[in-house]
């Protein structure tokens, strides 16, 4: 019998304190007596596919530094992962997660009131997030201290008109996100998550996040007695015309109730069987959706693999996992603020993937004008000129985004002396053209950060016959000119519908950036170099 993912009905990590449901099928349920056997016995078995009981925090010594957790975040990141399948969902668990810690709401279009020792964030178009701690020692002009990542992932989208058909068959018209493996979407238990606009009974609209949970759709392959060839040729289909979901068979009856309630001279926006699933899930009425955002999501939960149980095995890995191990880095140290001279910030962006180039994304002046806004919220009394500027001269940026693991099968496709394994700690990447915005100065910086608690990292440079891909790092470093660090947790099947990553290096990366957090400070005043 071919063994699936199971969910166990237990509640989650207590640290988040949320109340749990469960997120996906097929699901399990299994005695108290069951599940103490399990409990104690297999410690994997209990992390497989969400968060049970997680070890408890521990605490290692170093003289003069701040201590480091040893606390291990695996099972409370797949249940991120599993909340998170769009960048609006892991936006919205990322707000529940930071009001569940404290933190305060701030609202872009308000008067900010600021005070040290507080913590805060707001969110834009709720795919964007900026969360920030002020230490209690902060004076104006002291430096922020600033992990960014982003949460969109290659994905298939809706078009705005998706209704189609086929020979028979109810098809949805798709957009392609960004530079997705496309050919991994092909035979996948496929369904629908985003966001949509309602209309209330007040004459008002409502700003509602969907997710269908069961699968919907599916794109599948042509059987190879219809194409001999695609093993020695490749499979290469067309984006336009291949890579059409299906949704039903073809449905006379209903598709002429669809026709009588659409404007006899147009044709509908999207397939009724489509907006009653959506429906059904908001709780609405078909005709109160007036407008959607939706992604085509893979439905198979995140989950760990492996004989040893030592891989996760997920979508959208690149870069949901940074951007839980900087939040959940900024909300557990943000306990230590007694002794900070500088504002913690992580900073959460959308549409990476397709350049930054959006008000949500890392090109927008997101970033920088919460800096200024917090420098000038703190300033109470005259402190000399260009305080902002003073501040971004001490500042310091890491731009977390996945980094190429060295594959088993095709090693040669890494420079022969940069080859980063899974398991093996977080990779630092350098670019001499600046795709990455790394320099000896921040990787130096960096290093320190990791090895005063011996964590382990490593180093990646690309072939010089291979183009390079990049990051929002050169993008923030170029904006204002910030010390920046490129950096990533390696993987493979990078950008592929199920991507894999080794569970060591999320704890590890959690620990490097709670140590950037609580010790940078003292690090910092350690070199100079333009003085």
Not at 341 to 363: H, I, K, P, W, Y
Not at 447 to 455: C, E, F, T, Y
Not at 504 to 526: G, L, P, Q, V
Request: aromatic share 8%; hydrophobic share 35%.
């Amino acid at each position: 019998m071919a063994l699936r993912c199971l969910q166990l009905l237990r509640p989650p990590h207590p640290s988040l304190h949320r109340s749990y449901s469960p997120i996906s099928s097929p699901i399990v349920s299994i005695s108290d007596a069951a599940w103490r056997r399990l409990n104690g016995s297999s410690p994997s078995f209990r992390l497989l596919c969400s968060t049970s009981d997680q070890p408890q925090s521990t605490q290692v010594k170093h003289e003069g530094v701040k201590h480091c957790s040893q606390k291990s975040i695996v099972g409370d990141l797949l249940d991120y992962l599993n909340e998170s399948w769009t960048q609006f969902h892991a936006t919205a668990e990322a707000k529940r997660q930071l009001l569940a810690a404290g933190f305060e709401l701030l609202n872009e279009n308000d008067d900010w009131d600021l005070q040290p020792g507080g913590r805060y964030f707001f969110t834009r178009n709720m795919s964007c997030l900026i969360a920030f701690s002020i230490g209690l020692k902060y004076k104006v002009g002291n430096g922020f201290h600033i992990i960014a990542a982003h949460t969109d992932s290659p994905c298939l989208k809706l078009k705005p008109r998706s209704a189609s058909s086929k020979s028979g068959y109810l098809t949805v018209n798709v957009q392609t996100y960004g530079g997705g493996l496309w050919y991994t979407w092909f035979d996948r238990d496929l369904s629908l998550a985003g966001r949509v606009i309602l209309r209330d009974g007040n004459g008002s609209f409502l700003h509602r996040l969907v997710r269908v949970k069961r699968p919907l759709l599916r794109v599948p392959t042509l059987a190879i007695h219809l194409d001999r060839t695609v093993n020695s040729d490749g499979f290469k289909p067309n984006l336009e015309t291949h890579l059409v979901p299906l949704l039903a068979t073809k449905n006379e009856e209903s598709q002429t109730k669809s026709q009588e309630k659409t404007n006899s001279n147009k044709s509908p926006q999207h397939h009724s069987l489509l907006l009653n699933a959506l429906s059904e899930e908001i709780g609405c009425k078909c005709e109160e959706i007036m407008e959607m955002e939706l992604n085509v999501c893979d439905t198979q939960p995140s989950c760990l693999g492996g004989v040893k149980n030592e891989f996760i095995f997920s979508g959208r890995l690149d870069n949901l996992a940074s951007c839980y191990c900087a939040l959940r880095s900024l909300i557990d140290s943000s306990d230590g603020l007694s002794d900070e001279t500088a504002v913690r910030m992580v900073a959460l962006f959308d549409n990476e993937e397709v350049g930054s180039n959006s008000m949500q994304g890392a090109g927008a002046p997101t970033m920088f004008q919460a800096m200024r806004r917090i420098v000038d919220n703190l300033v109470h009394q005259s402190m000399g000129e260009a305080a902002f500027e003073r501040a971004i001269r001490s500042s310091f940026l890491v731009s977390a985004d996945m980094a190429h693991g060295v594959h088993p099968n095709f090693s040669d496709k890494h420079e022969e002396h940069h080859r980063p394994g899974l398991q093996k700690g977080l990779v630092i990447k350098h670019n001499a053209n600046q795709r990455y915005a790394t320099s000896a100065v921040t990787a130096f910086l960096f290093k320190q950060v990791a090895q005063i608690h011996d964590l382990p990292v490593q180093e990646f440079v690309v072939r010089n016959d291979m183009g390079c891909g990049s990051t929002i790092g050169p993008i923030l470093a170029s904006g204002v000119g910030i010390r920046t660090v490129d950096c990533g947790i390696p993987q493979l099947s990078m950008h592929s519908v199920r991507e894999i990553c080794g569970k060591e290096d999320i704890d590890n990366a959690y620990r490097i950036f709670s140590s950037f957090f609580d010790n940078f400070s003292e690090i910092d005043k350690k070199l100079s170099v333009d003085f």
